[in-house]
């Protein structure tokens, strides 16, 4: 069974930092794609940045230059550095990640799911 782990997040005020990191955890072949996604009170789920197997990086509008997404291929961890938070910030972020599994002799991609972790940004 594949699991995503979240860690990291709290609280902080407007203009602080803060990190959250999620592994990959369970019997996989692969992880593609990873990402965080969050999803504040009363609003959709929304695509915050995603990085490649190859350590290519995309980034919502709202975060380019304040968040910085990485990943350790080795250790199927993927990390987001969030600085100049702002109270816009705040939400329940989900790490997601595509993982390819060996099935039958055959390879299957599944999109996983952290259970998410929150992040408040107040004064």
């Known amino acids: 069974q594949v699991q995503l782990v979240e860690s990291g997040g709290g609280s902080v005020q407007p203009g602080g930092s803060l990190s959250v990191s999620c592994v990959v955890s369970?019997?996989?072949?692969?992880?593609?794609?990873m990402g965080w996604y969050r999803q504040a009170p009363g609003k959709e789920r929304e695509l915050v940045a995603s990085?490649?197997?190859?350590?290519?990086?995309n980034y919502a509008d709202s975060v380019k230059g304040r968040f910085t997404i990485s990943r350790d291929n080795q250790k199927h961890t993927v990390h987001l550095q969030m600085n100049s938070l702002k109270p816009e910030d705040t939400a329940v972020y989900y790490c997601?990640?595509?993982?390819?599994?060996?099935?039958?002799?055959?390879?299957?991609?599944?999109?996983?799911w952290g259970e998410g972790t929150l992040v408040t940004v107040s004064s």
């Open positions: 997601n990640a595509e993982i390819e599994m060996l099935v039958e002799d055959s390879l299957h991609a599944l999109g996983a």
């Open positions: 990085i490649t197997s190859g350590y290519d990086t």
């Open positions: 369970g019997i996989f072949f692969r992880v593609n794609d």
